[in-house]
């Protein structure tokens, strides 16, 4: 059984060139005993017959991972199992290349060089998560501690990085694809490369968009053609670094029509100064990385490495600070904010920092009363 650990940081380079020139069709996988062996090189296998499996760790439109004992080996691993149904073999071998390729390094999960198929299914063996996945980890509305956003963080960074200097992007980055093998964080790794592409590749948009969908695929519409890049995960990767700290999604879809990104949209691009609510816990500084990672133009975006620059700062505002409190950049004075009808509305006693829907009630009222 492959063990990615015995491979050098030295040697992830050539090992990694030499894996991804093999054609599709060549899928490094040696059966037992040629018996075994299909016309593509896969061991056809009976699930129960090889390992017991005790429980269900995930489902997807994928198919499932299982939990399961190796009976040769005694080594608890994670299977993931690929409908048939849902999967040409093609797209089986990519994804488990792609997985195993990666490997080496020491924030992606480990891929061994064990697959297979079933009557029903495709199979490949992964080292198993003790401690689940980054979403149950995430508090709702409130988020995780700082240090712990950081530990994660790091490590995410450090394993996209690997991915984008050799020209691979992940396409799905979210809570649900990072795996927890430490409870206080300090080993996390990236997993799922099921919608991994090579940078430049051009596709067609089947799916819908999620909160992590960065606008310029927002924006096509399906069947319209998109170019992958490096930059949709940078996107992912901030829209992340949100939810973990705030426990929210910024936004459902990074789309003018959402009022909630058209609100970050403004001030994004300075044509507001006001920061956004949800925005106001964070620090001057981190705000600026937002800036540069969730960049509507593709080619202003930031690589997912300046996330280094920011780990020796402060992210979050101290508790004791309101929430409601802006940035110095967004600090204005009383006079600048007036205009003409503000200026009417407050000399009849109308309070116009209210909330919006409480100031437009109260308009409405005062002009029946008039």
Same mark, same amino acid.
């Not at 037992?32 to 760790?57: F, G, I, Q, W």
């Not at 004992?69 to 488990?96: D, W």
């Not at 691009?269 to 969730?294: E, G, H």
């Given at each position: 059984?492959?063990?990615?650990?015995?491979?050098?940081?030295?040697? $992830?380079?050539?090992?990694?060139?030499?894996?991804?020139?093999?054609?599709? =069709?060549?899928?490094?996988?040696?059966?037992?005993?040629?018996?075994?062996?299909?016309?593509?090189?896969?061991?056809?296998?009976?699930?129960?017959?090889?390992? =017991?499996?005790?429980?269900?760790?995930?489902?997807?439109?994928?198919?499932? @991972?299982?939990?399961?004992?190796?009976?040769?080996?005694?080594?608890?691993?994670?299977?993931?199992?690929?409908?048939?149904?849902?999967?040409?073999?093609?797209?089986?071998?990519?994804?488990?290349?792609?997985?195993?390729?990666?490997?080496?390094?020491?924030? !992606?999960?480990?891929?061994?060089?064990? %697959?297979?198929?079933?009557?029903?299914?495709?199979?490949?063996? $992964?080292?198993?998560?003790?401690?689940?996945?980054?979403?149950?980890?995430?508090?709702? $509305?409130?988020?995780?501690?700082?240090?712990?956003?950081?530990? !994660?963080?790091?490590?995410?960074?450090?394993?996209?990085?690997?991915?984008?200097?050799?020209?691979?992007?992940?396409?799905?980055?979210?809570?649900?694809?990072?795996?927890?093998?430490?409870?206080?964080?300090?080993? @996390?790794?990236?997993?799922?490369?099921?919608?991994?592409?090579?940078?430049?590749? #051009?596709?067609?948009?089947?799916?819908? &968009?999620?909160?992590?969908?960065?606008?310029?695929?927002?924006?096509?519409?399906?069947?319209?053609?998109?170019? @992958?890049? &490096?930059?949709?995960?940078?996107?992912?990767?901030? !829209?992340?670094?949100?939810?973990?700290?705030?426990?929210?999604?910024?936004?459902?879809?990074?789309? #003018?029509?959402?009022?909630?990104?058209?609100?970050? *949209?403004?001030? $994004?691009?300075?044509?507001?100064?006001?920061?956004?609510?949800?925005?106001?816990?964070?620090?001057?500084?981190?705000?600026?990385?937002?800036?540069?990672?969730?960049? %509507?133009?593709?080619?202003?975006?930031?690589?997912?490495?300046?996330?280094?620059?920011?780990?020796?700062?402060?992210?979050?505002?101290?508790?004791?600070?309101? #929430? &409601? =409190?802006?940035?110095?950049?967004?600090?204005?004075?009383?006079?600048?904010?007036?205009?003409?009808?503000? *200026?009417?509305?407050? *000399?009849?006693?109308?309070?116009?920092?209210? =909330?919006?829907?409480?100031?437009?009630?109260?308009?409405?009222?005062?002009?029946?009363?008039?």
């Amino acid at each position: 059984m492959y063990e990615p650990s015995i491979y050098k940081e030295s040697e $992830q380079q050539t090992f990694f060139k030499m894996m991804t020139e093999l054609k599709t =069709d060549s899928l490094r996988v040696i059966p037992r005993s040629p018996r075994c062996s299909t016309a593509d090189n896969l061991l056809r296998l009976t699930l129960k017959d090889h390992y =017991d499996v005790t429980r269900e760790l995930g489902r997807g439109t994928y198919g499932q @991972v299982l939990f399961a004992r190796c009976r040769e080996t005694g080594k608890n691993v994670a299977l993931k199992v690929l409908s048939k149904s849902n999967t040409k073999l093609r797209e089986f071998e990519r994804e488990f290349r792609f997985s195993y390729f990666l490997s080496p390094h020491s924030n !992606v999960v480990d891929t061994y060089n064990v %697959a297979f198929e079933t009557r029903t299914a495709f199979v490949f063996a $992964q080292e198993f998560a003790a401690y689940g996945d980054l979403f149950e980890k995430i508090p709702p $509305q409130q988020g995780m501690a700082e240090n712990d956003v950081k530990n !994660v963080i790091k490590q995410v960074s450090s394993a996209l990085d690997f991915m984008h200097s050799n020209d691979l992007v992940h396409r799905d980055i979210k809570p649900e694809n990072i795996l927890i093998f430490e409870p206080d964080f300090r080993k @996390v790794k990236l997993t799922d490369f099921g919608m991994t592409r090579k940078e430049g590749l #051009i596709l067609r948009k089947v799916n819908g &968009s999620i909160p992590y969908t960065p606008p310029e695929v927002c924006e096509a519409v399906k069947n319209e053609s998109i170019t @992958v890049s &490096s930059s949709g995960d940078v996107w992912a990767f901030g !829209v992340l670094l949100f939810c973990m700290m705030t426990g929210n999604f910024p936004w459902e879809n990074a789309e #003018i029509s959402d009022i909630y990104y058209n609100e970050f *949209s403004l001030w $994004q691009r300075r044509k507001c100064t006001k920061t956004p609510s949800q925005w106001r816990k964070f620090t001057p500084r981190i705000l600026r990385f937002f800036r540069k990672t969730l960049e %509507a133009k593709v080619e202003r975006r930031c690589d997912v490495k300046e996330i280094k620059k920011y780990f020796s700062d402060t992210w979050l505002k101290p508790c004791a600070q309101s #929430i &409601s =409190d802006e940035t110095e950049e967004d600090i204005t004075t009383d006079a600048d904010n007036i205009n003409p009808l503000t *200026s009417f509305l407050q *000399s009849h006693g109308i309070d116009t920092k209210l =909330d919006e829907k409480l100031r437009e009630r109260r308009i409405s009222e005062w002009l029946l009363a008039l």
